[in-house]
Nanobody
Framework: QVQLVESGGGLVQAGDSLRLSCAASGRISSDYRVGWFRQAPGKVREFVGIISWSGGTTSYADSVKGRFTISRDNAKNMVYLQMNSLKPEDTAVYYC?????????????????WGQGTQVTVSS
């Protein structure tokens, strides 16, 4: 079992930055990937980015590439989502999820564990 807890959300203005944290606990295999997703009201859960637990390889959605950065601190079992140049369309509940392996990493249905989410609101 893996437990994930997100934190760091809040209300910011367009152009501001925010860093989200995902605290992981439990049995975290070196094969695990941790993905960030977001879900706006009335919309499906959308892939934001992913990082491999061991090597730190990352991949991002085109909509956030160049603005968002994912990093991890294995010693603290933490994964971070640094969000810069925030836009109103980034407003959503942000979730971190964990899955074993890299296949279908953009599909939220392939993730084994999820946190409870943290709200990010960007005002114009």
């Amino acid at each position: 079992q893996v437990q994930l807890v997100e934190s760091g959300g809040g209300l910011v203005q367009a152009g501001d930055s925010l860093r989200l944290s995902c605290a992981a606990s439990g049995r975290i295999s070196s094969d695990y990937r941790v993905g960030w997703f977001r879900q706006a009201p009335g919309k499906v859960r959308e892939f934001v980015g992913i990082i491999s637990w061991s090597g730190g390889t990352t991949s991002y959605a085109d909509s956030v590439k160049g603005r968002f950065t994912i990093s991890r601190d294995n010693a603290k079992n933490m994964v971070y989502l640094q969000m810069n140049s925030l836009k109103p369309e980034d407003t959503a509940v942000y979730y971190c999820g964990a899955k074993n392996g890299v296949i279908y990493f953009r599909d939220p249905g392939r993730y084994d564990y999820w946190g409870q989410g943290t709200q990010v609101t960007v005002s114009s």
